[in-house]
């Protein structure tokens, strides 16, 4: 059960029929309210409720059923216990994306660096999402950001990336202009109960025609 009172946080899983010493069942997937973490090398799947963290069972989930764990009607109970995340200031996440060249030359690669900045005391887990203006194609991503381009969208990703408290975290992206001209573009971030936007206007110019010979 999920312990929370007047709110559903995820559905209680029953199971019925349990045999003393056989294996307690896990704790199943339900879309939208739980996530798989890893535990000791080992996938396992908790619940997640907006604003908490979640600490574990209690009590301690027993890997086999137990008649010491039951109550007088032979029910066994484990009740998913939370702790309230730090109260976010959402004022205080910054997104700034800045280019490398304000004139780039069309076809020649250049970077976007998008600023992640947090003021406040605890650390924030943000996912950026930064879609591509159709003037642009996308060359690569840094090995160390962990970004991911998808091309029918034409949108780079970077998922769970953690803004440090009082800091920043930067993201790169490189890519090439296509056409001449002014070009948009617009990086987001969103995390828990927040989103804040970076955007900037380039000017890409095509390349210098050589000279003509001297006669």
Request: aromatic content about 8%.
């Amino acid at each position: 059960t999920d312990g929370v009172e007047n709110q559903i946080v995820f559905a209680d899983q029953k199971t019925a029929g349990l045999e003393a010493g056989k294996a307690t069942p896990a704790f199943q997937e339900e879309a939208g309210k739980t996530e798989t973490v890893m535990v000791d090398g080992t996938s396992i799947v908790v619940p997640v409720r907006s604003g908490y963290t979640f600490e574990g069972w209690a009590p301690a989930i027993n890997s086999k059923v137990s008649v010491d764990d039951a109550d007088a009607n032979g029910v066994i109970t484990y009740t998913a216990t939370w702790s309230k995340k730090p109260e976010i200031d959402n004022t205080k996440i910054n997104v700034t994306k800045t280019p490398s060249e304000e004139y780039p030359v069309v076809g020649e690669e250049f970077k976007y660096t998008i600023t992640l900045t947090n003021g406040n005391s605890t650390d924030v887990v943000a996912t950026v999402k930064d879609v591509l203006n159709p003037k642009l194609n996308f060359s690569r991503v840094s090995e160390t950001d962990g970004g991911e381009y998808d091309e029918a969208t034409c949108t780079v990703t970077w998922a769970n990336m953690t803004i440090p408290a009082n800091g920043s975290k930067n993201l790169h992206v490189w890519v090439k202009a296509n056409e001449a001209g002014e070009i948009y573009n617009e990086a987001k971030a969103e995390w828990d109960g927040g989103s804040s936007s970076g955007n900037t206007t380039i000017t890409a110019k095509n390349p210098e025609k050589p000279a003509p010979p001297t006669p």
